[in-house]
């Protein structure tokens, strides 16, 4: 019975593992639309990223899984962008006061239905008062339990 009882625990506690698969902003599957500048930088994933501020540009990533996480570069010089997961909107300030962060988790979605899933990131060419700049970076994604 102890043997029984340890395989079904085991069995559960490996069925609730979430395996995460990172996926670089140069990723075919990933969709940009408007104008986004490529940036290399050692320090980003992958050593490079890609950056925006002209209002309307998107990125779009649609994917399988049960939760997403957005990689950027936090920054003096970030703003604010709209991101819509599955048509719930919502704001991100990706600025970081006076410190640069790379490879920073601008935003982390989880728990979601196992299945298709759109995140959509739109420039907004705006900002708070502690930063100088409206830049969004997109530097890679991370699929919890899925694929792009």
């Known amino acids: 019975m102890r043997i029984l009882l340890f395989v079904l625990t085991f069995a559960a506690a490996a069925l609730a593992q979430t395996v995460t698969t990172r996926f670089e902003q140069s990723d075919s599957r990933i969709v940009y639309t408007g104008t986004w500048y490529p940036n290399t930088n050692s320090l980003s994933s992958g050593g490079s990223a890609v950056l925006a501020n002209l209002k309307g540009s998107q990125c779009v990533v649609t994917f399988m899984g049960t ?12 703003g604010y962008a709209y991101v819509d997961m599955d048509g719930v909107p919502s704001q991100v300030d990706t600025s970081n006061g006076s410190t640069t962060t790379y490879d920073y988790p601008q935003l982390t979605v989880s728990g979601l239905t196992p299945g298709l899933h759109t995140l959509t990131i739109e420039i907004t060419h705006s900002h708070d008062e502690t930063s100088d700049q409206s830049w969004i970076w997109v530097d890679a994604f991370v699929i919890q339990n899925g694929t792009l």
Do not use: Q, V, Y
Not at 67 to 78: L, M, N, Q, R
């Open 67 to 78: 939760g997403i996480s957005w990689i950027g570069t936090a920054d003096p010089f970030s």
